[in-house]
């Protein structure tokens, strides 16, 4: 069974677009490579071939970080660790027919590092679209000279400036098997955006067919096996990066990206995952080694402290995003009702994590203060669901379907972590505070209340807004019934159980849209019509809203234009 659009209120008509838009439009029409002339076909057997698109990501007020991986041979395949290294340059440009190069140089693409390569460009100009290029091979050597795809990025504004908006588009939980990324395609197409934030689950580590068991695989993972070693992490990076939509939202927005646990394994923590056996699966802490490897050498991130993706950007003085890190700090996840979920000793984040984004919170210039967490901060019980729905909503959550109550996984496994970061918030008077989130394949639109039992007479710290799956599957895909049927008995129940909780979709595949001005941050979330359709088409379903200084969230009424 796969997705459908749900039966919701329908987007209001169109409206003349913005001027931002209209500006943008034009300058960057042209920059997507078409994807019926995606390179998807063979590595050239004569010479070097970009076979996996170009990226960019991280950007800064004056740099960015490019990215792209050059098949020098045809066996030079993804994790295969064969082909000569190759030598590639890169240029940047303001004018998308790179008539006057703003930057360049060469590096190398070794098979130390799968051939992929990355240039950390600096020297560029605050909040400006540039558009850049990699070239491969020699005009005497076999197969010529190769030029990649043209990628078009954005730096971010200068730190002090005043910047009238940002948009994001907002995606996470892309399981190759389980449809087709029409998602990345419609964000593709968008020319209103400064960049896409990527909330984990890029891509899923399991065997083919292993996640979710399903009567039918649409494409088939590569390797077929689930993903241990080095070679077949970089292998699975590899498939996922053949994907002509995922191609063109990498050419044609920067990328800011954090990982959850399925680039590792399933409910990844420290010293472990659910999803990891150390008897026939061998050392984690080489796995998550391996991982985090042809992580960072096939995404355009840059490698944070200690190897990890906690880390800042700014966007002037209008927002600053707090990435974390959740999965290589963390404790073990608990046990429904036992008890440890408050325990003080355990950690989601780590102490210097937590420190961090303590310290980043407080001493904040701008006026709102976005945070990207993988996991669901919002205090959710699902106890009230009635029986008959636990057991699929504990499939859903990767959890025991014995008794779900809370899913351990997300803060709600961490009290004290979320009692001291929400306590921070109001004791230091610190407003305007947004979680995005991914990770739960559902939509939601919340309110962050510091005792969510005394909610709403309580005190709300921050809001929080979730997006859906890029295609993993949500409830009506386990279930097997219609969207918007069974879901609406346990979204109901939730919501009843759970004042701080406005809105929760259980059935769309999508993605969201971000809008960031100093009176408001709106997310304007787009539902697929199929995620089995490689040509669905998308539709505006709910808006919600933050008012500057409310810390709650309200229903808006139109997408922002």
């Excluded at 646990?261 to 659910?274: K, Q």
Aim: glycine share 8%; hydrophobic share 40%.
């Amino acid at each position: 069974m796969t997705s459908r659009l749900p039966r919701q209120t329908p987007a209001p008509a169109a409206s003349t677009p913005g001027r931002r838009t209209v500006v943008k439009a034009a300058a960057l029409g042209a920059v997507v490579v078409p994807l019926a002339a995606a390179p998807l076909a063979h590595a050239a057997e004569n010479g070097p071939a970009f076979l996996h698109g170009v990226a960019s990501g991280d950007p800064l007020p004056d740099g960015v970080l490019l990215w792209t991986r050059v098949t020098p041979t045809a066996e030079a395949v993804p994790g295969s660790g064969k082909g000569p290294d190759t030598a590639v340059r890169w240029e940047i440009s303001e004018d998308r027919d790179f008539s006057r190069i703003t930057a360049g140089g060469i590096t190398t693409a070794r098979a130390a590092s799968d051939h992929t390569v990355k240039a950390d460009v600096r020297g560029l100009r605050p909040a400006t679209d540039y558009y850049f290029r990699f070239t491969a091979g020699s005009s005497d050597s076999p197969g010529g000279t190769v030029v990649s795809p043209v990628g078009r990025t954005r730096t971010t504004p200068a730190h002090e400036a005043t910047a009238p908006n940002v948009r994001f588009g907002v995606v996470s939980c892309a399981n190759w098997e389980a449809g087709w990324f029409s998602a990345y395609r419609h964000l593709a197409d968008r020319p209103d955006l400064d960049a896409i934030l990527h909330l984990g689950d890029y891509l899923y580590e399991y065997e083919s067919g292993g996640y979710p068991v399903s009567e039918e695989v649409l494409r088939e993972h590569a390797p077929l096996h689930e993903i241990v070693s080095l070679a077949d992490y970089r292998t699975r990076h590899g498939k996922y990066k053949t994907d002509a939509y995922l191609q063109a939202l990498h050419a044609r927005h920067p990328v800011i990206a954090i990982w959850d646990d399925h680039e590792f394994a399933n409910d990844t923590w420290s010293g472990g995952a659910e999803n990891h056996t150390p008897d026939t699966e061998g050392d984690w802490s080489a796995r998550q080694a391996a991982a985090k490897q042809a992580y960072f050498e096939w995404m355009p991130v840059r490698p944070a402290t200690e190897g990890t993706v906690y880390r800042r950007i700014r966007y002037g003085n209008l927002a600053d995003l707090h990435l974390l890190d959740l999965r290589s700090f963390r404790s073990q996840q608990t046990t429904v009702g036992s008890g440890d979920v408050d325990d003080p000793e355990r950690t989601l984040t780590g102490r210097a994590q937590l420190d961090w984004l303590k310290q980043g919170l407080a001493g904040s210039q701008a006026q709102w203060k976005l945070v990207g967490t993988s996991v669901m901060i919002s205090p959710v019980a699902f106890g009230s669901v009635p029986a008959h729905l636990l057991g699929p909503l504990a499939e859903l959550l990767g959890l025991p379907k014995e008794g779900l109550a809370i899913n351990v996984d997300q803060w709600d496994g961490y009290t004290d972590d979320r009692r001291e970061l929400l306590a921070h918030l109001t004791d230091l008077g610190i407003r305007d505070t947004v979680f995005l989130t991914g990770d739960i394949h559902m939509a939601w639109a919340n309110d962050v209340p510091v005792k969510a039992a005394t909610y709403p007479l309580s005190q709300s710290a921050a809001t929080e807004f979730v997006v859906t799956s890029v295609t993993s599957d949500n409830l009506d895909d386990i279930l097997k019934v219609a969207p918007q049927t069974l879901s609406l008995v346990a979204a109901g129940a939730i919501k009843a159980a759970n004042r701080h909780v406005k809105w929760v979709d259980m059935d769309s595949h999508g993605y969201g849209v971000l809008d960031v001005t100093a009176e408001r941050s709106q997310m304007d979330y787009y539902a697929l019509s199929d995620k089995a359709d490689p040509n669905a088409t998308s539709a505006w379903i709910r808006s919600y809203r933050t008012l500057s200084g409310t810390q709650r969230v309200e229903r808006a009424d139109q997408p922002v234009r």
